[in-house]
T-cell receptor
Framework: DAKTTQPNSMESNEEEPVHLPCNHS???????IHWYRQLPSQGPEYVIH???SNVNNRMASLAIAEDRKSSTLILHRATLRDAAVYYC???????FGKGTRLSVIA | SAVISQKPSRDICQRGTSLTIQCQVDSQVTMMFWYRQQPGQSLTLIAT?????????ESGFVIDKFPISRPNLTFSTLTVSNMSPEDSSIYLC?????????????FGPGTRLTVT
């Protein structure tokens, strides 16, 4: 499976945008880029996914580099409820790495 | 979206015993998976539950320790056999419906297992 690299943790102020990076230099041409998050004491939940083009949904935006070797999950206005571990995953079924623990400061 | 329920939600078991965890989905799905999340860790995929045939196990997991059944498209069970304290984890069922337009995987609420 292609591997992803994410920072262990990040911090954001409430109501500010958050950019969560992910490197996946060994991505194959058919790998989708999936983002999931796990809120405290809950199972993971889907955030967004994409293949080549940037994607937007009600929760977030996904910016994919032109060479597809990296991507960035963008939360446009972080809220306290966005504090979670965010996972960038290429495989299906999902194989979870350590993810990025996002802290949001009021 | 798929709604997943798991039973039991939590249990405390003695070492050497076995526990069977049930996963029920509110709609038919093509793929069902079992994950484990040890305390403070990320999720680890245990196996893919295949309807009508043996589950496909990931490296480090074996059928004798984690037997899995999937009799139909909405139900699966995971048994944790001959438990030891190292099996204390949250066990999560997950589903994906490849027939739909989404590549989304849905997760159940998990079963918190403590082995004493």
């Amino acid at each position: 499976d292609a591997k992803t690299t994410q920072p262990n943790s990040m911090e954001s102020n409430e109501e500010e945008p958050v950019h969560l990076p992910c490197n996946h230099s060994t991505i194959s041409g058919t790998d989708y880029i999936h983002w999931y998050r796990q809120l405290p004491s809950q199972g993971p939940e889907y955030v967004i996914h994409g293949l080549t083009s940037n994607v937007n949904n009600r929760m977030a935006s996904l910016a994919i580099a032109e060479d597809r070797k990296s991507s960035t999950l963008i939360l446009h206005r972080a809220t306290l409820r966005d504090a979670a571990v965010y996972y960038c995953i290429l495989s299906s079924p999902l194989v979870f790495g350590k993810g990025t623990r996002l802290s949001v400061i009021a | 979206s798929a709604v997943i329920s798991q039973k039991p939600s939590r249990d405390i078991c003695q070492r050497g015993t076995s526990l069977t965890i049930q996963c029920q989905v509110d709609s038919q799905v093509t793929m069902m998976f079992w994950y484990r999340q040890q305390p403070g860790q990320s999720l680890t995929l245990i196996a893919t539950a295949n309807q009508g045939s043996e589950a496909t196990y990931e490296s480090g997991f074996v059928i004798d320790k984690f037997p899995i059944s999937r009799p139909n498209l909405t139900f699966s069970t995971l048994t944790v056999s001959n438990m030891s304290p190292e099996d204390s984890s949250i066990y999560l069922c997950s589903v994906e419906d490849l027939r739909g337009p989404s590549y989304e995987q849905y997760f159940g609420p998990g079963t918190r297992l403590t082995v004493t």
